[in-house]
């Protein structure tokens, strides 16, 4: 029987399964990333074999004999990564972006441990809303142009999020330009409905306080429930910016969820 490494080199752990704590398949290690201090950083993940590579702390992971397993994070956690793109160097503006736009992956402190969304206080897309419909005469701003404080296009509107248990609509989900920011994602940012003016004659949104940038830079909306941790932030982003006299007038109840046709 061959000895058993005690120190591995790289290409003995490329290949390597990676796991989630229930035995899910995440993907396969395709390469260590080593900080100028001599420390590795991340483990390189390739998702399957068609699909993108993200990165995942190397704190993240519990090291087998051949195989590595995450220690909380699961597949779908591991899905709304973004894209890790071996050609560009992950320089200090791009690890800064990772930190502010996925702070609960990639916070340094770790942040996983921050509370996460609960039953009782939910922010979700309209469409999971189960008790929850638009007036009939409320504008629907899916698609419309979504412009900062600075005049600069920001994006385009791609949905809302309601609160069900107030009744109420509380944020727009943009879908960001590219050229806006570093990572390669399709990235989302929600903006409260009180810091926005609706402008239904040109089908635009405009953004009060913030220049398109720094809406950009608020941290990533990745579907499904709002992560408080991005409420929070985006809150403080726009503390001093928002006016709920002037809040679109969006909600009603109703026996049902539905967004209105474009």
Known sequence: MADRAEVLRTKDLTGWTVTDAAGENVGAVSDLLIGRDGRVRYLAVKRGMLSSTALVPVDELEWGDGAMRLVRWTSEHVRRLPAYDADRPLSGALLAEMERAHPRYYADPPLWDAPGPTDEDRVVPLREAKAFRLPKD???????EVFGADN???????????DPRMMKVRYLDVDVADDLYLLKEDRHVVVPLEAVELR????????????????AALPAYTGGALDPLVQERVTRAFAGHVDEARAPVLDERGPAAEEPAA
């Open 138 to 144: 409320a504008p629907n701003p899916k698609g419309w």
């Open 152 to 162: 600069e296009r920001v994006g385009t509107v791609e949905g809302l999020l309601v």
């Open 200 to 215: 239904e004659r040109g089908s635009d949104v405009w953004i009060r306080g913030l220049p398109a940038r720094e809406v």
